[in-house]
């Protein structure tokens, strides 16, 4: 700790039937976490209260405990996810107020920001919004309400098999951290270019077993990578609604790049049909500009080898046929060459693209906690249904075209990532579908036909690379 520093304490509590209620312990930590980190302020220590029947006044000990830290100095503010969280009563907030008022104790809350106990302003907006308003409005029609409150609050879990790669601590989801290590390889092999299939296959050969105790299917697989939660995201009926009580296993873009490759049918084929031949379709001939297409042959009788060919559509003499290892291996050496030539001149790195992300992912942000804004400003009786529907509409159709330009952009270079340490290995790795593309995204390749007179042996001088410019 730092001695200039504030110190401050967390307070946390538990509670099932409120509006967002069923938020976990951890991730309202975690946001009280990145809010004292923000602010620079140290943690003392996390209260919390595990406090299911919020109606019956039931004695909260961490929050006694809390309050006389308060009394004897310890603590010089106070985080809490909302204030709802402190508070249960007008009663309970007087003493509060009291307590903070003499210590110049300061109130920060994740959902309503700085709680100003020091004016009377604004201990007068701390009263009129209490947490007993939203408790006495919810009491009301609480059967209604909280039906609808299922569908329009986000982030609930509402039973139902836990999902692979979190287990349930008392209430609160929790990663379990050799199902998340195995998520997270899905997720990043399928973003590196690897198929469905091969992700099952390694599954299933190292005996990981799914959440039901079975074995991997192209069909488990699919779902399990393109799952929101795994983002720390909840849905329903497919539509992202906001933050899920799941604690985040990769990160929203990681997600959403490989659900968008996962989802898009051509590159599904790709898997269906999938290509051997790292230049099939790329080769042109030389001599007349047409597509060279692969083929294969036994060598010899006795031999089994099979050799692969490139071979120009048009028959007949003066027209274009490579074998196949040779120029592969040279495309491969030249692009791996190129690739570290433009990292090492920085040339590589996408600050267009990295800067727009962080603008749209910070946009998603915005317009995620907005509907939950509206969301909780319904469950308060301060907007009414109608309202809501209108809102929730208009910031719905906003998040779409912002998650679909996320999305473009997540998978818009096929080019490495700029933070690959070592090319040549991230390329021998990185598998053909992504090679091809790489390659087809910088250059054309033309072969030039072996002249009559020529040795049998490869010449590099009949591949001409024609470099295409950014
Ligand atoms: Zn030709």
Redesign the pocket.
Known sequence: MSPSAVTAAIYCRISKDRAGGGLGVARQEQDCREIAASLGWDISRVYVDNDISAYSGKPRPSYRELLEAMRAGHVQAVIAWHTDRLHRSPLELEEYIDISEKGGITTQTVKAGELDLSTPSGRAVARTLGAWARYESEHKSERGKRKQLQLATAGKFTGGPIPYGWEMVGKVPVIVEGDAVEIRKAVNSIIAGASIGSIVRDLNARGVLTRRGQVWTSTSVRNLVMRPTNAGLSSYHGEILGASVFPPIVSEDQWRTASAIVKDPSRRSAFDSKVKHLLAGMLR?G??G?AMKTSSRMQGTSSRTTSHYYK?I?RGDG??FQTAAPVEDLVSKVTVAHLENQQSQGKMSFPDDEAKLAKLRTEALTLRGRLDESANSFADGIITAKQLETITTRVREQLDKTTASMSALGHGSPLPPPNVANIRDWWAAVGIERQRAIIDSIMAIYVDPIRKSAPRTFDPERIRIEWKTA
Do not use: I, L, Q
């Open positions: 001939c001599t007349c047409g120009c048009t027209h274009s």
